[in-house]
């Protein structure tokens, strides 16, 4: 999700699914001002969905910036016939770990 979507998500007001563990912050003043001037913006939203929404987008950016790092096996070849090697860096850990998490969090 882009800062963007998640805009145009508040206007439109859809709820996404959310998990039983709660998780508190505190945030300096600098981004809890930013959080209400963002709930005047969009009075329906609420300051804990902006909270949560702007994390979820910050996790998303976050996973995409984890550096490929290249291993030797060859997983498949690109459009171009050239080999594509399976990843050897945090992100097959990470998401393994998010995997797990994720069924924990269902249960």
Not at 74 to 95: C, H, N, Q, S, W
Request: glycine share 4%.
């Amino acid at each position: 999700m882009t800062f963007k979507t998640l805009i145009d998500t508040w206007s439109t007001e859809t709820r996404p699914r959310k998990t039983e563990e709660r998780y508190s912050v505190q945030l300096d003043v600098d981004d809890a001002a930013r959080v209400h001037a963002l709930a005047e913006l969009f009075p329906d939203v609420g300051e804990e969905r902006i909270v949560t929404d702007l994390l979820s987008v910050a996790l998303d950016q976050l996973e995409a910036a984890i550096p490929y790092e290249p291993g030797s096996e060859v997983i498949r070849e690109d459009d171009y016939g050239d080999p594509v090697y399976a990843d050897t860096g945090l992100t097959p850990k990470f998401m393994e770990l998010v995997k797990t998490y994720k069924t924990k969090l269902e249960a």
